[in-house]
Each structure stands twice: as structure tokens, then as C-alpha cells.
């Protein structure tokens, strides 16, 4: 598979003001890579910098194989993009939006525009200033999407649009992928990058903090295991356990948390008598928040 | 249960705003409008600060002598009320203030009233387009409360920056002031600013009250319609046939017996116009209080549909987006520009009428035929022509730069459309819109001058310099905002306009060095509407305005987006 995207020690700063801090991301060919982060984390201004909007502080951004600075001409036609926030003509109508975005690309499959239009539901006779936030995004995704992309890069894509076209969205997402295509998904919304992404990244204030596969983002954080014992709590059996923390007795009920394999938390409570074992897998919620209150994380790419 | 028993009291204690955060700050709507207003208060205030200074001491320096000054008045006194158009009748210029008042401030309510009315026009229709105006209503303060608020402030503002200019002159006269007369009494200079504060607000006024209805566009051209046609209607008066009768519905015509610094007070028109302000300001509240928020009577749209929507690349869009504010500007300045021309028979028989003037208008325009519609047009079209075309490039200027502020580039820079492409061609977009309004405006001129049976295409291509002009001034807009910041581009182009148009008003008759005179452009168009070109001029011109969009062009691939 080959790299579509590719940053080395990404940085912007604006000012005093924090930006991002030196990202390394790869995301290969093919792949729905959701970038994950709480608002104000750094998602848009990698974003940003991806596609020449602004310029690196120090580090590269590849895209394609080609520096982002210098080659946005190169990049661009190969490229599909819908910011998070962003305005149009308002004079224009939905309709004439699209057709001046395709003009500009050139090489549009009208019938394709067309069928986007349909999928989304979109009315494109009516003024984009007459529109509801969610028509806009939908105006947003057919201009994204309109002229077949190798590259997606969606910036917080499903915040407007109902369930229904949030539906059409992961289906053409997932046809995209299916044509070798990749998606670059910028998200706060946890669910939505679990529920159709196959690697993660996760930003915290300007940092890469994780970046792996949704599944490996489980595996690699914890366990929430609950022991409840027949006869007191053996607390200094479980204590010295490696990966094991966040102890807390209670009567005979014992709750922990689990980093890492399960196997020697299993094998040290084979050893008592045991009324109830539960071990609850984290939702990518729960890491994602796990991650949040760590102090120091490594950054590996997964 | 109790949840609140067990509380501390201080936990149930809201805090409120302090008193000077609510008159000044984030405690209340007004405290917020005057604290976004303050930067503007301090630039315009130094300005007009400035400009009295500077002409005062000019003055004083020029016309050191009573004798000097008496040549002066009764050089003024003879010329005939055809020629005194704008500035108004030259009243006790013998003495500093009477000359203050008559070079100075006499124009001063345009300039604030364009300030009002851009404000007023965009103080509540700005807040709905950035999507606050929303939460704001939602929130427990009345509508026309909130309406009230942001009035009242506005007019704060301006009071604060008036009433720092009238102390400013007060002491000027006292300290510059060589001769009997020159100081003037700080009631005087407050009631003097007072009349430009109640002018200027009047402008702003009808803006706010529009701007309840109709969207920020309509808004700011009933403002305009007010303050420019008002001025225009009275100076011109004396030139355009029916403009005589116009001029009583002038607020300027009103409060021509007002002038406090030359020892005219008359209150009562003073009191109509307050009086309108109030009633203008009030029709915008409780218009604002009652209809749907967010929904505005559209005026435009029959005409606009007529209009290229310009899809075809990004010259057609950027120029299609500009192009009915250019065509609105054209047709307002090629009626001026008509009205103007076909008022030249009526200027001859002045003339003619006249023992004396014809010997007067060779020594002042040698070689310039005044009984034609061009030789009229340089005389009485030109001046005010180049403000207002200045103006309109500094809209035009100013729509180009909401691409950038209202995020539309973050989706057009990323086809394959490059940074230097898009800056040459949104630069273009301003400059064919410029186009647009020289010819609507030398349709206007022609029209006029074939109603006389003069010759339609010297004065028509005399226009074009006109355009080259405000062409110059957007290209130096275009240059800052392509390397800058583009909000600032307009504001910098306004700025151009209005020191080059009074450079020129105040420098030629306090005698400014030279090369501080040279450096207004308009000493460089010489008398286009008669067919006298200056060379170097247009070359200099056509410089800024291409060399301009160039630079701001080649500035867009240099720095970020949207910062």
C-alpha cells in the first residue's frame, strides 16, 4: 500500500498561540483514517496545512508524495475537501454552488453530481444563504465529493446533516473505500469515528497522542474488571500485578483496571474463591477519556 | 428536600456586571458596542484632530496679516454663489475660526456620516450574518432594548470623538490664533461639532431605520442616499436646474444659519434635525422589535436576476460578485454626471450674465472651455466624483476581501485553482467592476452632454481617468490585503480616498509645500473631461491599479488563509 499522507514533525504556531506540535502521521492508500480530538486540539490546523491553506511552523507535510507547500496545484486536483466550518455565495443558489466548484475542478461527471444531489436529498434550486446548516453541509459534500477524489479529507463532516444523510455518507464512504479510494476523517464524535474508520489518531492540544487501529486502540488501553470473592478481598495478591492500577476494595468486591493482557489478573484470581468475574471491554470513548488524563504518552503509529 | 439548605449563601449569589463594564465593556449590549467601536473612535478622532491642526497653522502662517486675510475674504466674497458649490458661503474667513469652519468642518459631516451609516447600517445586520444575533435575542433582553442599546452607543461614540475634536479646536484657536478673532469660546466649538454630530447621525439614522426592513446593502444606500444627496443637492444648487428646489428637503440647506465658530446660531432647524435623528432611530427600533428576525424584504432581486451569476471560472465570479454594487455606483454617478452636463446652458448664461466672470474663470482655468459639458463637469463633477469613486473602491475592495473572512476560500483554494491565480483573478473581479461603473457613469455623462448638443466622447473619456483612479486606490487596497490582512484593506482604501480628498480641499488654499500637494492623486488627472490628460499621471495610475493587483497577488501565496 502506499503513503497518501505523510507529516515529519509538524508544527504551526501562531503566535503566542499554540497550534500543533510536531505530528507524525501516516495514513496509507485506501484506508478511512479518523482523526480524533476535542474541539480546539489541533484537527483543523492539520488539516489546514495539508492543504496549503496555511504553511508549516517547521516539519513537512507529504500529500501524494509531494511537500503540501509548493504543490497544492499537484495535490489538489486529487483531492476532495469539506471544512468544518465554511461559507459560500449566498446569491448563489445550491445548484449554481456546485456547478462553479465543478467548474473550476473540471473533468465532473454530471450524472454523478447529479446522483450525489439525489442521495443527499439536496433541493439545489434554492439561494445557499435560504439553506439550513445541514443543507449547507449537504452543498459541502457534493462539492467534496463530486469529482471522485483519491483523497477525501472531511473536517467534521456529519455535524449538520440528519441521521438519514449521515447514513448516505458512511454508505458513500465506505463505496470510496471500496474503489481504493481514502478518507481522511477529522471527528470529535467517538462513535461516528468507530463505527467506520479503520485507523485512529488522537490529538490532544496540538499533540498526536495514539495513533493505531480502532481495535488496537482498545487492546492497548485497559480492562475494567470486577472480582467479587466468596471470603475477604486479597488486595496484596492483585496489587503487584503488572498493568494493574485504580485498586478499589469494597467488602468483598473488588474493582480494577487492566492495562495491556488480562491473563495474570485471570490466573491470580483462579487462586480464590470466586462468586462473580466480569471484565467490561472499553468503548473508544472510555480510551479516548483514559488517554486525556494520562500525563505523558508515547506517540506510536499502529 | 432542600438542595438549597445546606448551601453556602454565597453559592446562590449572581454576580452582576459592574456598572462600568455595562457603560463600557462586556456587562451589557451598549457597554459592548462602545468597546467595539473604540478603535474607530481613537482613528477618527486623530484624523479630524489632525486635519484642524494642521489647517489652522497653515493658515495662521499663510495669512499672517489682517490685510493678507482681508485680500483673502474678499477674494472668496467675489466669487459667485455658482462657484462656492460644496464648501457653502465663505463667512468671516478673515478670522480662524470663520475659516475652520468654512474649509475644515464644513465637509466633516460626510465623513462622519459615512462612518454612522456604514455602522448603523451594519449594527444589527452584521450581528444576524455572524449568527449572534440569534443567542442575543434569545436572551432575556427586549428586542428594542438591545436595538436602543446598540443606537445609543453608536451615538455615544461619536459624541466622545466630536466632543474631543471640538476641545481640540477650542485650544488650537487659542494657541495658534495671531490676530483678533482667531480664538474662539468652547461653547461655540462644542455646538459647532454639535451640528456635525446631529448631521452625521441623521446619515447613520436612516441607515438603522432601513436596516430593520431591508438588508445591510439597502441599509447602507438609504444612509448614503441621505448624507451624499443631501450635501450634493445643496452645494449644487445654484448649478442644476431643480436642484433649487430640492434643496429645501437638504439637511444641509436646513442648518445653513448654524454656524457657532462664526457667531450664527440658529436652533430651531438644529432642533428639526435632532428631531429626525430621533425619529429615524425610533422607526428602526420598534421596526426591529416586530418583524421576524432574520427576514428582510428583498429589493434587489429582479434586477440581480438579470445579472451573469459568473460560473464559468473565478475572473466571472469574483467580477459577477461585484458587479451589482459597481452598477449601483455607476448609475448614482452617472446621474450626478447627467444632471451635471445638461446644467451646462444654465452655467453659460451665468456666465454671460455675469460682468467679470468670464475674465475670472480664464485666470482660474487657463484654456479650459467652461461653456461645455466637459469644462463644467471638470469644474463641478470631477472633485466629488473621484470621493465617491474612491469610495465604491473601497466597497468593491471591501466585498473582495469577505472571500477570505467568510471561509468561502478554504474550499475554493483547494481545487486545483493556485493562490496566485485566484489573487490576479478576485484583483481583476475589483477592477472590472470599477469598469462597470465607468461606463454606466460615461453613458450618464454622454447622455448629458448630447441633451446640450456637445460632444459626448471627450467628457465619456475623461471618466475613464476617473476610473483609473479609483482603480489605483483598489490596486494599493488589493496589495495590502493580498500581503495583510484583507479586512483591512478597505478601510485603508476609505482612508486614501477621504486624506487625498481633503489634502486637495484644505492644501491648495493654505498653500501646502508642493511635494506634500503632489502626493494627492488627484493633482496628477489634470482636466480630463475637457480632453487634458496628464501623461505621467495615468502611467502613475495605471501602475498603482495593475502593479497593485500584481503585488497583492503574488502576496496570497506567501502567507496563511484565514488567519
Known amino acids: 500500500m502506499s503513503t497518501v499522507i505523510e507529516t515529519g514533525r509538524l508544527t504551526k504556531s ?73 461559507g459560500l455565495y449566498d446569491r448563489l443558489t445550491g445548484g449554481q454552488t456546485i456547478t462553479y466548484f465543478a467548474n473550476l475542478r473540471g ?98 492540544e496540538g499533540r498526536l497522542v495514539r495513533v493505531g487501529t480502532v481495535e488496537a486502540l482498545r487492546d492497548l488501553s485497559h480492562h475494567q474488571v470486577e472480582l467479587t470473592f466468596a471470603g475477604p478481598v486479597p488486595l496484596d495478591a492483585f496489587a503487584g500485578l503488572p498493568g494493574v492500577s485504580h485498586l478499589e476494595p469494597e467488602d468483598h468486591r473488588l474493582r480494577l483496571r487492566v492495562a495491556g493482557p488480562i491473563g495474570p489478573v485471570v490466573r491470580a484470581a483462579g487462586q480464590y474463591e470466586l462468586l462473580d468475574f466480569t471484565s467490561r471491554e472499553p468503548s473508544l470513548e472510555e480510551t479516548f477519556l483514559a488517554e486525556y488524563g494520562r500525563e505523558s504518552v508515547d506517540v506510536r503509529n499502529g | ?38 478603535w474607530a473612535v481613537v482613528a477618527l478622532t486623530i484624523v479630524l484632530c489632525a486635519i484642524i491642526a494642521v489647517t489652522a497653522q497653515a493658515y495662521v502662517g499663510e495669512f499672517d496679516t489682517v490685510a493678507s486675510r482681508a485680500a483673502l475674504a474678499a477674494q472668496m466674497a467675489a466669487l459667485p454663489a455658482l462657484f462656492q458649490g460644496l464648501l457653502g458661503a465663505p463667512i468671516a474667513i478673515e478670522t480662524l475660526p470663520g475659516f475652520l469652519s468654512w474649509r475644515s468642518l464644513g465637509f466633516m459631516p460626510v465623513l462622519f456620516g459615512t462612518w454612522s451609516l456604514v455602522a448603523l447600517s451594519g449594527t444589527i445586520a452584521g450581528e444576524a450574518g455572524r449568527g449572534s444575533l440569534e443567542l442575543l435575542v434569545a436572551g432575556p433582553l427586549p428586542r428594542a432594548a ?21 476641545m481640540v479646536t477650542w485650544a488650537i484657536t487659542i494657541a495658534v490664533g495671531k490676530l483678533p478673532g482667531d480664538e474662539t469660546s468652547l461653547g461655540a466649538a462644542v455646538a459647532m461639532f454639535g451640528w456635525i454630530f446631529l448631521l452625521s447621525l441623521t446619515a447613520g439614522a436612516a441607515a438603522f431605520a432601513a436596516g430593520s426592513f431591508f438588508g445591510r446593502a439597502v441599509a447602507a444606500g438609504s444612509g448614503a442616499a441621505v448624507l451624499f444627496g443631501s450635501f450634493i443637492v445643496n452645494g449644487y444648487a445654484q448649478l442644476v436646474p431643480g436642484f433649487d428646489t430640492l434643496q429645501h428637503l437638504s439637511m444641509f440647506d436646513w442648518t445653513e444659519g448654524f454656524r457657532p465658530l462664526v457667531g450664527q446660531w440658529d436652533w430651531p432647524p438644529l432642533a428639526a434635525v435632532a428631531g429626525l435623528a430621533l425619529l429615524l432611530a425610533a422607526v ?93 463637469l471638470g469644474l463641478y463633477f470631477v472633485n466629488f466624483g473621484t470621493l465617491i469613486i474612491g469610495l465604491l473602491a473601497a ?31 478576485s484583483g481583476l473581479g475589483v477592477l472590472f467592476g470599477l469598469l462597470a461603473t465607468v461606463a454606466v457613469m460615461a453613458a450618464g455623462i454622454g447622455l448629458g452632454a448630447l441633451a446640450l448638443g456637445d460632444d459626448p466622447v471627450t467628457p465619456m473619456a475623461g471618466s475613464v481617468i476617473l476610473g483609473l483612479y479609483g482603480g489605483a486606490f483598489a490596486g494599493l487596497g488589493l496589495a495590502l490585503g493580498g500581503w495583510g490582512r484583507p479586512g483591512w484593506a478597505a478601510g485603508f482604501v476609505a482612508a ?55 503585488v497583492g497577488a503574488i502576496g496570497w501565496t506567501r502567507r496563511d488563509i484565514g488567519r
Not at chain 1, 452543498?139 to 441521521?163: K, M, S, W
Open chain 1, 14 to 86: 501562531y503566535g503566542s498561540h499554540r497550534g500543533i506540535i510536531e505530528v507524525d502521521l501516516s495514513v496509507q492508500a485506501g484506508e478511512i483514517f479518523g482523526f480524533l480530538g476535542p474541539n480546539g486540539a489541533g484537527k483543523t490546523t492539520t488539516i489546514r496545512l495539508l492543504l496549503d491553506l496555511i504553511r508549516p511552523s517547521s516539519g513537512q507535510a507529504m500529500v501524494f508524495g509531494l511537500a503540501s507547500t509548493g504543490h497544492a496545484v499537484e495535490i489538489h486536483p486529487r483531492t476532495g475537501y469539506q471544512p468544518g466550518e465554511f
Open chain 2, 496 to 550: 486614501l480616498t477621504f486624506g487625498t480628498f481633503l489634502l486637495d480641499l484644505i492644501g491648495g488654499i493654505v498653500g501646502f509645500p508642493d511635494w506634500v500637494m503632489q502626493l494627492s492623486l488627484m493633482q496628477h488627472l489634470a482636466h480630463p473631461m475637457t480632453g487634458d490628460y496628464d501623461g505621467p499621471g495615468i502611467v502613475l495610475m495605471s501602475v498603482l491599479a495593475a502593479g497593485g493587483l500584481l
Open chain 2, 1 to 38: 428536600m432542600s438542595a438549597t439548605a445546606d448551601q453556602p449563601a454565597s453559592l446562590t449569589v449572581v454576580r452582576r456586571p459592574s456598572t462600568l463594564s455595562r457603560v463600557y465593556g462586556l456587562g451589557s449590549v451598549f457597554g459592548k458596542t462602545l468597546r467595539d467601536t473604540r
Open chain 2, 395 to 425: 466597497a468593491l475592495v471591501g466585498g473582495w476581501a469577505s472571500d477570505e473572512r467568510e471561509r468561502r476560500l478554504d474550499l475554493v483554494l483547494t481545487t486545483p485553482l493556485s493562490r496566485l491565480r485566484y489573487g490576479a483573478a
Open chain 1, 107 to 204: 473533468g465532473v461527471d454530471p450524472a454523478y453530481q447529479r446522483s450525489l444531489m439525489e442521495r443527499f436529498d439536496l433541493d439545489p434550486s434554492r439561494q445557499y444563504r435560504e439553506y439550513s446548516k445541514g443543507n449547507k453541509q449537504k452543498v459541502g459534500l457534493v462539492v467534496a465529493l463530486q469529482h471522485r477524489p483519491e483523497l477525501l479529507i472531511l473536517d467534521e463532516p456529519t455535524a449538520g446533516p440528519d441521521p438519514l444523510i449521515q447514513q448516505s455518507f458512511f454508505d458513500l464512504m465506505r463505496e470510496a473505500r471500496g474503489e481504493g479510494r481514502t478518507i481522511f476523517l477529522s471527528s470529535h464524535i467517538i462513535d461516528e469515528v468507530e463505527r467506520s474508520c479503520d485507523r485512529v489518531a488522537i490529538i490532544r
Open chain 2, 284 to 376: 428602526g427600533v420598534i421596526g426591529f422589535a416586530r418583524r421576524d428576525l432574520g427576514s428582510t424584504i428583498r429589493l434587489r432581486e429582479g434586477g440581480r436576476a438579470v445579472l451573469p451569476v459568473g460560473l464559468s471560472g473565478p475572473v466571472a465570479r469574483a467580477t459577477s460578485d461585484r458587479l451589482s454594487l459597481a452598477l449601483a455606483g455607476g448609475l448614482g454617478l452617472g446621474l450626478f454626471g447627467l444632471v451635471v452636463a445638461a446644467s451646462a446652458d444654465a452655467f453659460v448664461r451665468t456666465i454671460q450674465d455675469t460682468p467679470g466672470l468670464q475674465d475670472l474663470i480664464e485666470r482660474m482655468l487657463p484654456g479650459v472651455d467652461l461653456t461645455t459639458a466637459g469644462g463644467v
Open chain 2, 146 to 166: 438591545i436595538a436602543t442599546q446598540k443606537f445609543g452607543a453608536h451615538a455615544l461614540a461619536m459624541a466622545v470623538s466630536l466632543g474631543s475634536c471640538a
